[in-house]
Every structure is written in C-alpha cells, then in structure tokens.
C-alpha cells in the first residue's frame, strides 16, 4: 500500500514514458521511489526536522547514485549491443562450405585477412 505524500506540490510534473523492457520498468520503479523519498524529505526539511545542509546533502547523495546507477545501466546496454554485433558479425564470416585451398589451412570463401580470424 503506497503512503500518501505528507506534502503537496504547486507545479508537480506528471511524465508519461514508453515502457520497451522489462528492464526499463525496473528502472522506472527506482525513479519512483526516488521521486516518492524526496517527497518524504522534502516534508521533513519543511518540518524543520532536518538543517538546510542535512537536505542538500539528502538531495545530492541520491542524486549521485541515481545517476552512477544510470550510467551503469547504459553501460550494460552498450555492452549487449555490442556483443550482439560481434556475434552477428561472427556469423555472417563464418564459412558454409568446408573446402580448403591447397595447402592452406584456410577455407577458399573465408576472405578475411589473417590478422582478423
């Protein structure tokens, strides 16, 4: 059961997304509960519970990890694509005949140079 904000917001932004994977509905439940924990210390600083410096710093350490977490996630996803590539491209090289040239240990229709194998 979610808990209601303590606080209300003026010009609060509503963001419609584009889910496209699984993994990106993870990520978005992080930006929520982000979103869902400044709130909570938003009202805690308003409340005089916590110092000007206490809230800045709240603010800027989640800030920090939310957006190392972001960068480690668009790694990951670099990552991927590129070993899928290399793997589609592996594939594609890869000879369907088995016949060799002559006293070579190469096959006849693998064009690529040597220091490529």
């Known amino acids: 059961m979610a808990s209601r904000p303590a606080i209300?917001?003026?010009?609060?932004?509503t963001i419609d997304v584009q889910i496209t994977?699984?993994?990106s509905i993870k990520y978005l439940a992080i930006i929520r509960?982000?979103?869902?924990?400044?709130?909570h210390l938003d009202a805690l600083w308003l409340s005089c519970v916590i110092t000007d410096s206490q809230y800045a710093r709240g603010v800027?350490?989640?800030k920090?990890?939310?957006l190392r977490l972001a960068g480690q996630i668009r790694q990951i996803a670099t990552r991927a694509v590129l070993a899928a590539r290399?793997?589609?491209t592996a594939s594609e090289t890869v000879p369907e005949s088995g016949?060799?040239?002559a006293g070579e240990g190469r096959r006849l229709d693998d064009r690529r140079?040597?220091?490529?194998r």
């Open 8 to 13: 209300g917001y003026t010009s609060a932004k």
């Open 86 to 88: 290399r793997k589609e």
């Open 113 to 116: 140079c040597y220091c490529c």
């Open 99 to 101: 016949r060799y040239a």
């Open 33 to 39: 509960e982000f979103d869902a924990m400044m709130t």
């Open 64 to 66: 920090r990890r939310i």
């Open 21 to 23: 994977s699984p993994r």
């Open 60 to 62: 800027y350490e989640w």
